[in-house]
Nanobody
Framework: QVQLVESGGGSVQVGGSLNLSCAAS?????MGWFRQAPGKEREGVAA????????YYSVSVAGRFTISRDSAKKTVYLQMNNLKPEDTGMYYC????????????????WGQGTQVTVSS
C-alpha cells in the first residue's frame, strides 16, 4: 500500500492561489488529485504519469490548475490559480497502477485529504 499525505490546503479569497503537496511513500504509474464538496460527488481534478509526465485535467480546472511531480522527492503538486468558490472542497491525493486519467476507479490508494476553502 502506498502512503499518501496531503498538505497545503487553507482558506483563500476568490482569485487567489494555493499549492497543494502530496508526499508519497512510493510512486506508482499515475498520481492524481480529486476533490469532493459536501453533498457532491467526488470529482477528478488532475492526474500525471510519474515516468513520462503526461497530464490530464478536468474541464473545470484546465488552464487554472497545474499538476506536477518531483520524482526524487516522491511528491506530487497541484498548483491552483485564479481560485473560484466552486473549487471549495476536500482535496485528495491518489495513486493508480495501470491507467492514468481523472477517473477515480483506477486509483487504489488515497490520502486523508486537505481542505480548500475559497470565499468571496
Amino acid at each position: 500500500q502506498v502512503q499518501l499525505v496531503e498538505s497545503g490546503g487553507g482558506s483563500v479569497q476568490v482569485g487567489g492561489s494555493l499549492n497543494l503537496s502530496c508526499a508519497a511513500s512510493s510512486f506508482t504509474y499515475c498520481m492524481g488529485w480529486f476533490r469532493q464538496a459536501p453533498g457532491k460527488e467526488r470529482e477528478g481534478v488532475a492526474a500525471i504519469t510519474t515516468a513520462g509526465g503526461s497530464t490530464y485535467y478536468s474541464v473545470s480546472v484546465a488552464g487554472r490548475f497545474t499538476i506536477s511531480r518531483d520524482s526524487a522527492k516522491k511528491t506530487v503538486y497541484l498548483q491552483m490559480n485564479n481560485l473560484k468558490p466552486e473549487d471549495t472542497g476536500m482535496y485528495y491525493c491518489a495513486a493508480a497502477n495501470r491507467k492514468c486519467s481523472t477517473y477515480g476507479e483506477y486509483f487504489t490508494d488515497w490520502g486523508q485529504g486537505t481542505q480548500v476553502t475559497v470565499s468571496s
